[in-house]
């Protein structure tokens, strides 16, 4: 796909690895929307990219089936069309699933840290790629969905919720692949390992230099690097229905 003049839907698009795709792919000349469920942030990001590409923002609960739809809705009504969708948004709420000493149980994973995270990463990934299938099938433009799944797919300790949630994004994008191929819609998927960001970035130095002394390239992967395999993904014709392990050769 020929990114100059499409429109391009980024979830968590107002910081992160959401921002950092967004400015790419705004310098190769595609439109944005982006959906983020903090205003202020949204403000800023549009501000910072507006000079470069038309973008527009939108507040939305990515977990709230009737704010998506019309937020879809919305989008179409402003642009015309979704070409593409990145499905970025997430969120993580580690923890152990039982945590005990000499047989005594001393703390578990409540019900609600793991079915938050699982709402946001999961149900919210399901919910926008639906609707932006919808538009593109509608449209008779096809497209291109990409989900951001994460090297914890695999299964990673105190990740009981966000390991479960990102094995299923990628597999999702896997399916769509097969289903949504006869309406000319590709669908794939990233996992990442460990990018440096503002979360990496607050950890404590000893524990990041821990970290990056375990990536077998010797540091953490950059935003950017992220978003050039999202648009390799998006440009290339004939990918469709596999997962990009983007990682270092870090394996869990």
Avoid at 51 to 59: N, P, R
Wanted: hydrophobic share 45%; proline share 1%; charged share 25%.
């Amino acid at each position: 796909m020929e990114l100059k003049d499409k429109v391009v839907v980024i979830t968590g698009g107002a910081g992160g690895l959401g921002l950092a795709m967004a400015k790419d792919l705004a310098a190769h000349g595609a439109k944005l929307a982006l959906i983020d469920v903090d205003q202020e942030r949204l403000e800023r990001a549009c501000a910072d990219i507006g000079d470069a590409t038309e973008v527009q923002g939108y507040a939305l609960d990515i977990t709230d089936e009737e704010d998506v739809t019309a937020g879809f809705k919305y989008i179409l009504e402003d642009f015309g069309a979704v070409h593409v969708l990145i499905n970025n948004a997430g969120i993580l709420r580690d923890g152990m699933l039982v945590k005990a000493k000499d047989g005594v149980i001393s703390d578990r994973m409540s019900l609600e840290q793991f079915q938050s995270v699982i709402n946001v990463n999961l149900t919210g990934t399901f919910l926008c790629g639906r609707e932006a299938a919808c538009a593109m099938i509608e449209t008779g433009e096809g497209g291109v969905i990409v989900n951001i799944s994460s090297l914890a797919r695999s299964g990673n300790m105190g990740q009981t919720n966000y390991a479960a949630s990102k094995a299923g994004v990628a597999t999702m994008a896997v399916g769509w692949a097969k289903e949504l191929a006869r309406h000319n819609i590709r669908a794939a998927a990233v996992a990442p390992g460990v990018i440096a960001t503002e979360m990496t970035a607050a950890m404590k130095p000893e524990a990041l230099e821990r970290l990056e002394k375990l990536v077998p390239v010797g540091r953490l992967g950059q935003a950017e690097e992220i978003a050039s395999t999202v648009r390799f993904i998006i440009e290339n014709d004939y990918v469709n229905g596999r997962v990009f392990e983007i990682d270092g050769g870090l394996r869990f």
